[in-house]
């Protein structure tokens, strides 16, 4: 089964810097990866997806990258705002062909002020 | 419904005893997953729905955890003898279809087994 690795770390930035996020992966190549966002007592909400021949994707403020010879997805927020806090979650098919996803234990952001 | 609902929102309980969680999906999303979080964890995949066809228990951890859906929409998660371990949020989500890979997500249940 796949196995997904983020930072666990927090990551602290400052308002109006660039947030880096990364997704690694092992075990097979996904045909696509997700992006989602938590906040505390919430459920997730999905951002992006991007698919394996799709090298970058973009929506307003967020960018994601989907490198398959790395095995990596980085995501990315630029011009963060303290309201970008929250802990971001990847998530990606549990095996090929399979439609159930599988999540990343997710990486905190924190911008402050 | 505009979302995904979930009920209860917490739910406390003694060890011992069985445990019943709803989720109603959003109104015609054919695909519903139940997930569980625990403090600091990701999200581990429990059960999945798909219409009439035979879910996908293949998370369950054991005999102890059960679920249906009646008539293609609400599901109920059961847990019976529930244990401490058993502590954590409990996930719902529903999709389009099978395929369709973005998740909707309720708020979750969190359960607590004193």
């Known amino acids: 089964s796949q196995k997904i690795e983020q930072n666990s770390e927090a990551l602290n930035i400052q308002e109006g810097k660039t947030a880096t996020l990364t997704c690694n992966y092992t075990n097979y190549s996904p045909a696509y990866l997700q992006w989602y966002r938590q906040d505390p007592g919430r459920g997730p909400v999905f951002l992006l997806l991007?698919?394996?021949?799709?090298k970058e994707k973009r929506k307003e403020r967020l960018k994601v990258t989907f490198d398959t010879t790395l095995k990596q997805s980085l995501f990315h927020i630029t011009a963060s705002q303290p309201a970008d806090s929250a802990t971001y979650l990847c998530a990606l098919p549990a095996s090929g062909g399979s439609y159930i996803p599988t999540f990343g234990r997710g990486t905190s952001l924190i911008v402050h002020p | 419904g505009a979302g995904v609902s979930q009920s209860p929102s917490n739910k406390v309980t003694e060890k011992g005893k069985d445990v019943e969680l709803r989720c109603d999906p959003i109104?015609?999303?054919?695909?519903l997953y139940w997930y569980r979080q625990s403090l600091g964890q990701g999200l581990e995949f429990l059960i999945y729905f798909q219409g009439n066809s035979a879910p996908d228990k293949s998370g369950l951890p054991s005999d102890r955890f059960s679920a249906e859906r009646t008539g293609g929409s609400v599901s109920t998660l059961t847990i019976q003898r529930t244990q401490q371990e058993d502590s954590a949020v409990y996930l719902c989500a529903s999709s389009l279809t099978r395929g369709d890979e973005k998740l909707f997500f309720g708020s979750g249940t969190q359960l607590s087994v004193l």
């Open positions: 991007i698919r394996e021949n799709e």
């Open positions: 109104s015609g999303h054919t695909a």
